[in-house]
């Protein structure tokens, strides 16, 4: 092997850089302040490649790295989609970002999940107490028309001590009610009470109450037979002194001030009213009496 050891490469001239129009080889390092030249073909490099200024291409086809490919500030992509492989990694402090994604995101991790136990068609919603759990309600169900709550459980609804409450139960002699209350105080409520076997088989009345100073108390009840009354005797009026019923429609009425006593005589009576053809009729029910009321035509 022979070696040639020279400090400069010069052409003929002594001034321009000499050629080498057969090609170089050279299996060492080659070390230039200026590379400065147009490569042809294919430039293959097995070490590393260190671009201390720009790297500029255009019109590139295909770029293929077997490697790592680390851009500092982010990679644009302006023209197109970008295509990747069998995956996508991220760092810790990663964020994708993207008007849409498509997919049933069944492989994603890290996701909140809300499941529903008991859950059919039109059943309320509530909660369990349990992380991510609710609770759909087999007895409380709305179907867009109805809310029902079914006998045997209740429902209950308030704003500080205010409540609405519609309860009842399958016992014989339980209760369903529905009352109303105000800050403080309950105004009022309806109830119906069962009277004989749970559901359908039985029997009840619903009765109407109202409250003074958070006391509830029964005023009218309309009984299992269809009768309406006041549930004391002697005790509640029809209409006020200046809130009159307009027109009372009735058959046969019934007079009787049984267990007080009138402000004439201070005697108590009983009296049926009674319509004929032509007369008006009072029974006196204590003696079995009975009277026509003189009436007089008015032309």
Partial sequence: MSEIRVNTFKAEDGISAPSFPNGIQVTGII?????????AGDLAVTGNVSVGGTLTYEDVKNV?????????????????????????KLGNAGVI???SFIGNGAGLTGITQTAINNNADNRIITGSGTANTLNGEASCTFDGTAFIVNSSDSVTSHAGTSAMQLKGGDAVNDYV?????????AIGGIHGKTEGISGSNGSGSLTFSTA???????????????????VANNTYDLGLSSNRWRVIYTNDLEL????????V?????????????????????????KFKINLTEVL
């Fill in 265 to 289: 005589d201070g005697t108590w009576g009983d009296w049926t009213l009674q319509e004929g053809e032509n007369d008006i009729f009072m029974i006196n029910n204590r003696s079995g009496k």
């Fill in 256 to 263: 009787s001030n049984k267990g007080s006593q009138n402000s």
């Fill in 64 to 88: 293929d790295s077997l490697g790592i490919g680390t851009f500092r500030t982010g990679i644009n992509v302006s023209g197109g989609q970008l295509d990747v492989g069998s995956n996508i």
């Fill in 97 to 99: 970002t993207a008007t």
């Fill in 177 to 185: 009610n529905l009352s109303f209350r105000g800050n403080a105080y």
């Fill in 212 to 230: 003074n100073s958070g006391t509830i108390t029964e005023r009218v009840q309309i009984n299992q037979n269809g009768h309406i009354y006041p």
């Fill in 31 to 39: 070390t230039s302040t200026v590379l400065d030249n147009t490569v």
